[in-house]
C-alpha cells in the first residue's frame, strides 16, 4: 500500500538536500510535531478528527498561508491531535493559475475528495535536478521561511486565545521533496488514511 511507504518516515529528521533551492517551485510533504508530541489538538473518534480550539487555530492558520503567500498552493494536509501533515506546492508567478485540480481538507475523513489528475499539474515541478542554492541573501519564501512563519503565529494565537500558554512546537520539522505524480498520490493517500491510523500508533 502507498501509505506504508511513509509509516515512520517522519520520526526521523531527514536532512536537507545539499545544493537544494527550497525557494524554488517544487512539491513539499512537511510533517511538523508538537513539543513532547503533546496532544493539544484534539482526538481521533471514529476515525475523524475532532479539532480542540488550538486545532481549529492551526486550521485555520494553514489556510491563511495561501492567502498570504501567493506562491503557495496548499494540497492535501490534516492536523492530527499532536503533529501535523501537509503536502504543498511553491509555484512561480508566471506558472500560476486560478483553477486547481487539488483541494485541502480540515480532517480528511468524511469529506468528499477528487482523483488525482492523470496528467501532471501545471506547476509540477519538471527537473529532477536540484538547481544550486541562491547563495546570495535570505531566501524569504522557502519552506523554511514558510513553516516558521506558520508555527510562529499559530504558538501566538494559541498562547493568547486559549488556556494553554506553554504550547509549544518541536523545533525541527520533518520534510520529503516529491519529484513526480506518483509520489504526489502516495502521499495524498498517506494523509487521507492518517486519522484512521491513529489508535494503532500515534505517531503515524
Known amino acids: 500500500m502507498e501509505g506504508n511507504k511513509f509509516k515512520n518516515k517522519y520520526r526521523i529528521e531527514s536532512s536537507r538536500l545539499s545544493g ?33 480550539n488550538a486545532g481549529r487555530i492551526v486550521t485555520d492558520e494553514w489556510k491563511r ?61 519538471i527537473s529532477t535536478q536540484p538547481p544550486y542554492k541562491n547563495e546570495f541573501g535570505p531566501q524569504r519564501n522557502n519552506v523554511a521561511s514558510i513553516i516558521r512563519g506558520f508555527k510562529g503565529v499559530c504558538t501566538n494565537r494559541i498562547k493568547s486565545e486559549t488556556p494553554i500558554v506553554h504550547f509549544a512546537w518541536q523545533p525541527r520539522f520533518y520534510d520529503r521533496i516529491i519529484r513526480d505524480e506518483r509520489g504526489i498520490y502516495a502521499v495524498r493517500q498517506y494523509i487521507r488514511n492518517n486519522p484512521g491510523k491513529w489508535h494503532h500508533g500515534q505517531n503515524h
Open 20 to 52: 537544494y533551492d527550497y525557494g524554488q517551485p517544487g512539491w513539499f510533504f512537511i510533517t511538523i510535531n508538537t513539543k513532547n508530541r503533546t496532544c493539544w489538538f484534539g482526538d481521533v473518534v471514529n476515525n475523524t478528527v475532532v479539532l480542540s
Open 65 to 125: 498561508t495561501a492567502e498570504m503567500r501567493p506562491h503557495v498552493r496548499l494540497d492535501e494536509w490534516v492536523v492530527m491531535p499532536n503533529h501535523m501533515h501537509m503536502l504543498f506546492a511553491i509555484v512561480d508567478a508566471g506558472m500560476m493559475t486560478t483553477h486547481d485540480d487539488t483541494v485541502d481538507v480540515e480532517t480528511h475523513c468524511n469529506a468528499s475528495l477528487p482523483t488525482p489528475p492523470k496528467q501532471p499539474h501545471p506547476y509540477k515541478p
